[in-house]
């Protein structure tokens, strides 16, 4: 079946450090793929998405490439701020396929 | 445009019980997903309803039952309630596919 595997956590890095976590995935066909973000106390926010490969979905200054070969979807920024400090899940869905399949999440923390 | 909105956001019950949550989705969705998230885990999909009618279902045994009503709100019902079921609920809407779902902040279900 589905699965979506996730850099482990928790990831601690300062203000204005570059980050990469990093999202791997299996799927028996050609799924469209998501990061959500989620906040202290609050629920999943969609932060970007890519429905094709090689495409590259962005959004606040993140951005992930779908890449087929290797069968990848890592989650980068430049310059991480204090307020993306969160949870981030990876996620697929495959065409036709109902639901959303999540990766375990990675704790991020930015420090000032 | 109102969100997805869920109630009660807290509830504490007791093990062998029954708990409804409940979920009003955005403005213009007909589709309703539920999640089911273990602490420090990713969600897992626990049914869709789309047109009052379900529309796939995961690896949860049928005491999860679940109901969507002429205006697209929706019931999660849970019986005969377990420790293990204790987790944050998330209600999803979306306007037909899965693509686009946007979620709500979650009921957090305690059983002791």
């Known amino acids: 079946g589905d699965s979506v595997t996730q850099m482990e956590g928790p990831v601690t890095l300062s203000e204005e450090a570059f980050l990469t976590i990093n999202c791997t995935y299996t799927a028996t066909g050609y799924p469209s793929l998501f990061w959500y973000v989620q906040y202290p106390g609050e629920g999943l926010q969609l932060l970007l998405k890519a429905t094709k490969a090689d495409d590259k979905g962005s959004n606040k200054g993140f951005e992930a490439t779908y890449r087929k070969e290797t069968t990848s979807f890592h989650l980068e920024k430049g310059s991480v701020q204090v307020s993306d400090s969160a949870v981030y899940f990876c996620?697929?869905?495959?065409?036709?396929?109902?639901?959303?399949?999540f990766g375990t999440g990675t704790r991020l923390t930015i420090i000032p | 445009e109102t969100g997805v909105t869920q109630s009660p956001t807290h509830l504490i019950k007791t093990r062998g019980q029954q708990v409804t949550l409940r979920c009003s989705s955005q403005s213009g969705h007909n589709t309703v997903s539920w999640y089911q998230q273990a602490l420090g885990q990713g969600p897992q999909f626990i049914f869709q309803y789309y047109r009052e009618e379900e529309n796939g279902r995961g690896n949860f045994p049928p005491r999860f039952s679940g109901l969507q009503f002429p205006n697209y709100s929706s019931e999660l019902n849970v019986n005969a309630l377990e420790l293990d079921d204790s987790a944050l609920y998330l209600c999803?809407?979306?306007?037909?596919?899965?693509?686009?779902?946007?979620f709500g902040q979650g009921t957090r279900l305690t059983v002791v």
């Open positions: 996620a697929l869905s495959e065409v036709g396929n109902e639901k959303l399949t």
């Open positions: 999803a809407s979306s306007l037909g596919q899965v693509n686009e779902a946007f």
